[in-house]
């Protein structure tokens, strides 16, 4: 069994950065791709980034390209988001994905293991 857990959420001001980790543990996962995924409330859950095994490939969604940066570091079966200048609409319940591929994509359904999320709230 896999399992994920994400941390580094909280309350910030607009502008300001937040970096959010998933940790992994459980079956050796270290070459799935791996996704950030975020629910804001009444709407539904919606792609971030996405990163390859080996970290060299990253996807973004539009919203957030140029503020966002996902990383990851496998030797500690951490994956990373970093935010900065951050706005309102950013604020969210973010998620933490796995998939059992190697394959990077963006779809919700590709994903096979979740974290609990951890919530995201941007004050103006």
């Known amino acids: 069994q896999v399992q994920l857990v994400e941390s580094g959420g909280g309350l910030v001001q607009a502008g300001d950065s937040l970096t959010l980790s998933c940790v992994v543990s459980g079956r050796t996962i270290s070459t799935y791709a791996r996704a950030w995924f975020r629910q804001a409330p009444g709407k539904e859950r919606e792609f971030v980034a996405a990163?390859?095994?080996?970290?060299?490939?990253?996807y973004y969604a539009d919203s957030v390209k140029g503020r966002f940066t996902i990383s990851r570091d496998n030797a500690k079966n951490t994956m990373y988001l970093q935010m900065s200048s951050l706005k309102p609409e950013d604020t969210a319940v973010y998620y933490c994905?796995?998939?059992?591929?190697?394959?990077?994509?963006?779809?919700?359904?590709?994903?096979?293991?979740w974290g609990q999320g951890t919530q995201v709230t941007i004050s103006s």
């Open positions: 994905a796995a998939r059992d591929s190697f394959i990077v994509t963006r779809n919700i359904d590709d994903y096979n293991y």
């Open positions: 990163i390859s095994w080996s970290g060299d490939a990253t």
